[in-house]
């Protein structure tokens, strides 16, 4: 055990532990060298494995993501870093239509051990294309885990979960939790074995337990909802907060028992409001918890509108804690049955 | 147009030796392109029953899109007799000749375009999804996305210390696509061992090559990669075989990749229930008397390497192997409807 | 007034009719002289308009896409076709990231009336690439509009409204509902005034009243729901079908309202299951309706796999009539309050 | 690299007369430069303060990303001093430079990097995202994908009948990206008035050229397409001038497309805060030594069009207008935040 700060050291943790028994692991992405490391997941990995072994690729994530489908039908695993999940538009079909496919149109002949790491998310001025989060529509897709964790334990972890895993899965790190220096951290720093291990895909964690009301949240949101959460405690509302932690697969069963007890669920979520993450979740949790459901299911998240540059803007959109105390107070204060 | 002087039958022989042919090779190819052709004729045969008089794409035994490479046979049976069995084929919508002249094996093959358990894929894939993982041969049916691909999968090869090579067909209107030129700088630039076939068969779909492409040939793109390139005679299986042959031992040897440009013709619609009307007559007729199976008969015979005797017996032969493959696939079970939700993942 | 099979001539006659008026409309696509014409949207326009208004466009989607949001900036109204929905990933960051946002980003100062017809969905024997429906990721994007309509009539209105629409319309055309030769059609003949005419977008259309269950479908789903409905009927079960028409923007209301009427709903769509349009339907509904719900909403969708090509594994997993029928069926018979 | 002899001041008043240039355009360039230079300069101030001693990209009066061209003026400056108000340019992540030189109010452009609401775009878009529709001036932040739009502007002059042109500003390492090769592709096919300027400045990020690039220079690629293409010396503002100046012509008469490739450098990080370490120093140094405001301020002497006062005048002007710009614009109100729900639809 020692103190790590944020999701970044503890994903590159897990690559290098990998990378160390596995010849198999290589590493390919835009900038891996220097901004990847700096900004993103793959930090001391070149000095340590070589620029063969993780590898700047020439432009576009409709190559560097093609390169990886390829090289893993050969029966390597490879790891596509990307600066920016918003880049993973440049290359969407090679996820969509072949990386998640194949080995369900192969009738089970050729898999896609392919992990793609990439920074998400808004809130220090980066604008529409450097914000956004991207995984709702990758959640959509046939064949893909999703992978949206909250701490540095969690990333690690699950990380190393993706590398042993014989699927596609892609890792979604905010950026406010990478913990890189020059960038704001919204995390804590926090214990995290050395050793490696790792923490089994579809699996919730529960946060803070409570009884008035569940707060449902993925990556940087959870963070936001526990201070809510303590918020609003301070006004007698007990909430517990649900740490989705794994898209897909979901944890339906974890978010179900919470929405059963308190019988009033907020989602939350930084993705775009409508046809994304919040109306799946809603559909499972009235699927599974109609009968004890006190209110609708309510939700905050980026309200159908590209993310803007300027800082008011921005902080208009983007789910804060005062968006998730106030939505939880109101749905916390709502009388049952009465819409 | 790569027309070249027919040989005479002195200079054929010469050509012959340079290029390292053998009478059992050359047979060998005459065989694998008859497959070709006759199993593409029965696949249309079994395309069209139920769907004639009135075409209906979801009936009769085969649902869905066909493309067929009939007049293609000579790029696919070239390009892929120098490879070894663990080189990787990376295929396009267009498959089937690719797809038996890397050794696919016909049934299951053809089993697949029937969708049924016994194909490739137990029939989850269909024509435009083919996988053979012991053959290592790939397809994709999204125009432009298998180039990557191809090029991940020679990087692959070399990242392994493996010398295997990766043949990557692509049609001439795919290769304007911009993950064409991406795969050229990969390639290029980390010397993979990634020979690029381009099957320029004149039209993609119903466009033409000067509706939709600045200038009339890929190959000098190549070069300004500072990839080697030739253009051939797509028609001439020898001279494709020739280029491919050379390619693919630079490949093997560490010399990165080349681009093998071959001019070639599709006799039918850029797929089953195409009603033409695109290409003119006397263009088609032009190109059938270039039909490469005859062509590559006449050789034969030059050479005093196969007689009409030898050749019909050749033919008759793999005539039956394909009719069978056809029969025996068609004959074979659908799969289970509680198929349809497993493996998503492995 | 007179007869048209499908939705295809239904969209190029609005096309025609409009291109017509206004010299700045021209089509741009893949194919679209001869299959694109066969297959889609664009029957009859080039013969009429000449190769350089309707343009077949070198190749992928990201360079077609690109060239009509380039084009739309010096004041063109370009409208793209292309073969097949499943073909926007190659382009998909065109739309996402500029063709949505470009209005927004720039304050107001550029417009993007680009309208895009894609023809989508299954039940052919199309195979993965040739038959999603992708409908449900670009309602996701804030800034597109996107319709989906189950009737020549509602095809050709909504197609006039799009081209009239100062911003990114996506025309989602399922293939069974073209009435195209060659492809079997799931739709009938009906009267369609020649005169052009537009429908408003965000207009549920009520297909068939009822008062027991209420169900909601798009495109092709809408008319096996008003078979599975008639079926129902011999059951005593009286089902409402609601067409959604468009996603976005979405009518609420009639969804809400036939939901509060019936107290029970089953969401159809052809797309896949999860993070999709069934979860945004379901939210919506649950936020509207909750105290009229008697039973947790349902949905009938593509259980989250790619479509197979094997007629039996595509039948299995393309909602039809008789999986709609089953649902709504079970729905109807839950007793109230148990889950 | 394509470093030329400097001419002697008989051969440069003979070139600069080829080129048309006269004493007030090249005043006028020499101007534009300086502005830019010094907008530059004031825009970096205000970003790093707030931002020490420990640098956080979200604090100050600027934040997020910025992306700055010093260095790079001669090439934004010599393309589009050839360029009318109603042509279009496409630029960048790499921006400031290309819209100073077509004409972009400084004080708005300043603005909306402030996220102001008396910016381009009301403080929506920032650096990454500049519109002005009026100057006809656009961009984009995510890489590669302006290509097709600037092509797709080109086609939209030509389809309407009017003769103007585009400028499409790329970095060398974006034209890697496949949709370069599309565009080129479509400009040469459909003869377009599209004239793409490459900023070569060796490296993308902190990636050097031969990094990611096959060859070491992209104009062949050009000419693989059918597409004349020029190689120059971006750090020579009348270098580029002649090349674009030449190209801008011939598109707007109807010839099609031209690209120009101008190597040059920045100056500056890939974008403020970037700790370099990438490039070493002696590198660095050869290339301020070219600086191109000196260089150009050199032969104004040389030619007897300025001397050391007139020059420190313009100089002094285009300071005073940027620093001013930047001024005004971060004392100007930001949006309010309910701004941020309007505009999703026109
Ligand atoms: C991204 C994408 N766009 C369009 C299509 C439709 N499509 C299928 S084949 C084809 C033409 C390919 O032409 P070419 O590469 O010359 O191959 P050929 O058919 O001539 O063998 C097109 C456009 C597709 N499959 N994928
Ligand atoms: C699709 C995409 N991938 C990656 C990036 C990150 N990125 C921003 S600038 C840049 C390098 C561009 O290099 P170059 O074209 O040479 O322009 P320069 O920065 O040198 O002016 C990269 C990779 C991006 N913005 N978009
Ligand atoms: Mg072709
Ligand atoms: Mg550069």
Redesign the interface.
């Known amino acids: 055990m020692r103190t790590l700060r944020g999701i970044a050291p503890a994903v590159s943790e897990a690559l290098d532990q990998e990378m160390a028994n596995n010849p198999e692991v290589f590493v390919l992405g835009d900038d891996v060298s220097h901004w990847g490391a700096r900004f993103g997941f793959t930090g001391g990995l070149q000095e340590k494995y070589g620029r063969g072994r993780v590898i700047d690729a020439p432009a576009g994530g409709q190559n560097v993501l093609g390169l990886a489908a390829g090289a893993a039908t050969t029966g390597l695993r490879p790891v596509v870093a990307l600066i920016s999940g918003d880049f993973l538009g440049t290359g969407f079909d090679q996820i969509y239509d072949h990386i998640a496919t194949v080995n369900y149109l192969s009738g089970g002949q050729v898999r896609m051990p392919v992990t793609i790491v990439v920074a998400v998310g808004g809130g220090y001025g980066g604008g529409a294309q450097l914000s956004q989060m991207r995984y709702g529509l990758f959640a959509h897709a046939p064949g893909v885990k999703v992978v949206v964790p909250s701490t540095a334990y969690d990333a690690k972890g699950l990380t190393t979960t993706a590398l042993a895993d014989p699927n596609p899965v892609i890792i979604f790190g905010h950026r406010l939790l990478t913990g890189q220096p020059g960038v704001p951290f919204e995390g804590e720093d926090e214990d995290v074995p050395e050793d490696p291990y790792s923490i089994p895909f579809g699996l919730a964690a529960v946060r803070r337990e409570g009884s008035d009301v569940t707060i449902v949240a993925t990556a940087a949101t959870v963070r936001r909802s526990v201070r809510a959460a303590a918020h609003l405690a301070e006004y007698d509302i007990s909430a517990e907060v649900v740490d989705v932690r794994t898209l897909v697969p979901l944890d339906t069963d974890t978010i179900v028992a919470s929405a059963r007890k308190t019988g009033r669920v907020l989602v939350v979520d930084e993705d775009y409001q409508s046809f994304g993450t919040t109306g799946e979740l809603t559909f499972r949790i009235q699927a599974g918890a109609f009968d004890r459901l006190t209110a609708p299911v309510r939700r905050v998240a980026v309200p159908d509108v590209p993310i803007p540059y300027s800082e008011p803007l921005e902080q208009a959109v983007i789910p804060n804690v005062e968006r998730i105390f106030d939505e939880a107070r109101s749905l916390a204060g709502v009388s049952a049955r009465a819409s | 147009m790569v027309w070249r002087p027919e040989p005479s039958a002195e200079d054929l022989a010469v050509r012959i030796a340079e290029a390292g042919l053998e009478q059992g090779s050359l047979l060998e190819m005459y065989r694998t392109m008859c497959l070709i052709r006759v199993f593409e004729e029965a696949i249309r045969d079994r395309y069209w029953a139920g769907k004639t008089p009135d075409?209906?794409?979801?009936a009769g035994p085969?649902?869905?899109?066909i493309h067929l490479a009939v007049g293609q046979e000579a790029v696919a049976v070239g390009a892929c007799t120098p490879l070894r069995e663990a080189d990787?084929v990376?295929s396009t919508h267009r498959a089937h000749h690719h797809a038996l002249a890397k050794g696919v094996d016909p049934t299951r093959l053809a089993a697949e375009i029937f969708?049924?358990?016994t194909?490739?894929?137990?029939?989850?894939?269909?024509?435009?999804?083919l996988?053979?993982?012991n053959r290592r041969f790939?397809t994709?049916?999204?125009?432009?996305?298998s180039?990557?691909?191809?090029?991940?999968?020679?990087?692959?090869?070399q990242?392994?210390g493996?010398r295997n090579v990766v043949v990557m067909f692509t049609g001439e209107?795919?290769a304007?696509?911009?993950?064409?030129?991406?795969?050229?700088?990969?390639a290029?630039?980390w010397q993979l061992p990634l020979v690029v076939v381009i099957e320029d068969n004149l039209y993609?779909?119903?466009?033409p090559k000067w509706?939709?492409?600045?200038?009339n040939q890929h190959y000098?793109?190549a070069?300004?990669?500072?990839?080697p390139a030739y253009l051939v005679d797509g028609m001439d299986v020898i001279d494709v075989y020739e280029a491919t042959e050379s390619a693919i031992g630079r490949a093997r040897d560490g010399y990165g990749p080349t681009v093998v440009e071959a001019v070639c013709y599709r006799y039918r619609g850029?797929f089953e229930?195409d009603p033409g009307?695109?290409r003119s007559r006397q263009e088609e007729e032009t190109w059938e008397r270039l039909d490469p199976i005859p062509r590559l008969g006449r050789r034969l015979e030059q050479l005093g390497w196969a007689g009409d005797e030898t050749r019909t017996a050749v033919r008759r032969m793999a005539a039956e192997e394909a009719i069978q493959a056809v029969k025996v696939a068609e004959k074979s079970p659908?799969?289970?409807?509680?198929?349809?939700?497993q493996?998503?993942?492995?």
Do not use: M
């Not at chain 2, 180039?147 to 020679?154: I, R």
């Not at chain 2, 304007?176 to 990969?186: C, M, P, R, S, V």
């Not at chain 2, 993609?204 to 466009?207: M, N, Q, R």
């Open positions: 075409f209906n794409i979801a085969i649902r869905g899109l990787v990376v969708g049924k358990v194909g490739l894929s137990r029939g989850k894939g269909g024509e435009l999804h996988f053979d993982r790939l994709s049916g999204v125009v432009g996305t180039f990557a691909q191809a090029t991940g999968a020679a990087f692959g090869f990242y392994r493996e209107g795919a304007n696509h911009g993950a064409f030129a991406e795969a050229l700088n990969t290029s630039l993609a779909g119903s466009v509706g939709t492409q600045a200038v000098q793109r070069q300004s990669h500072n990839i850029h229930g009307g695109y659908l799969p289970n409807p509680a198929e349809a939700l493996g998503v993942f492995a």
